[in-house]
């Protein structure tokens, strides 16, 4: 069956250090895959798109990385701060139709 | 742009009645998706539309559950009648097509 798994353990670090969150799904093949950011109260924020051919996206202090053959997202936030305290979702595209499959978070909280 | 817009923000009703959430999209996008998060379930597509026509409505829970898009600019989620396990907050998103997806602030919807 379909499945998207991420780290489903609060992530803790320490500020300044970098943050690396993991997305791995099996039985699809998507052409794209978002990373979002949700803090408590309110909705999913985009964050950054790679599609399938692009093995690396960088947004200043971001970088997604997504391998096909792995079946598996790496999203890195450098220098990290406590405003990046929040969760984390990645989102498969199903079928090349705009339609998104989100996976069930993973809440990062950055300590000063 | 003043975002996705939904209301009502908050809703508190008794089980078998009927509730309706609504949203408005982002002007000029052309696919509007409602999706349901829980702790449990975490966030689900439940039916998307794309030029106001219903694409999938696979994630529908039941037929207590509806939808609509009768214009560009407006849509409604039913539920009718309501049960305590509807409760949830339902977000509204809407993007321009295989791109990322602008999220609204979510009704929280609560079922004595």
């Known amino acids: 069956s379909q499945k998207i798994e991420q780290n489903s353990e609060a992530l803790n670090i320490q500020e300044g250090k970098t943050a690396t969150l993991t997305c791995n799904y099996t039985n699809y093949s998507p052409a794209y895959l978002q990373w979002y950011r949700q803090d408590p109260g309110r909705g999913p924020v985009f964050l950054l798109l790679i599609r399938e051919n692009e093995k690396e996206k960088r947004k200043e202090r971001l970088k997604v990385t997504f391998d096909t053959t792995l079946k598996q997202s790496l999203f890195h936030i450098t220098a990290s701060q406590p405003a990046d305290s929040a969760t984390y979702l990645c989102?498969?595209?199903?079928?090349?139709?705009?339609?998104?499959?989100f996976g069930q978070g993973t809440t990062l909280q950055v300590k000063p | 742009d003043a975002g996705v817009i939904q209301s009502p923000r908050h809703e508190v009703t008794e089980m078998g009645q009927e509730v309706t959430l609504r949203c408005k999209p982002i002007s000029g996008h052309n696919s509007l998706f409602w999706y349901r998060q829980t702790m449990m379930r975490g966030l689900e597509l439940l039916i998307y539309?794309?030029?106001?026509?219903?694409?999938?409505d696979s994630g529908m829970p039941e037929d207590r559950f509806s939808a609509k898009m009768p214009n560009a600019s407006f849509s409604t989620l039913k539920i009718q009648p309501s049960e305590p396990r509807d409760s949830a907050v339902y977000f509204c998103a809407s993007s321009t097509g295989l791109n990322e997806q602008f999220f609204g602030p979510g009704t929280r919807l609560t079922v004595l």
């Open positions: 539309f794309n030029n106001n026509v219903p694409i999938d």
């Open positions: 989102a498969l595209d199903s079928g090349n139709t705009g339609k998104l499959i």
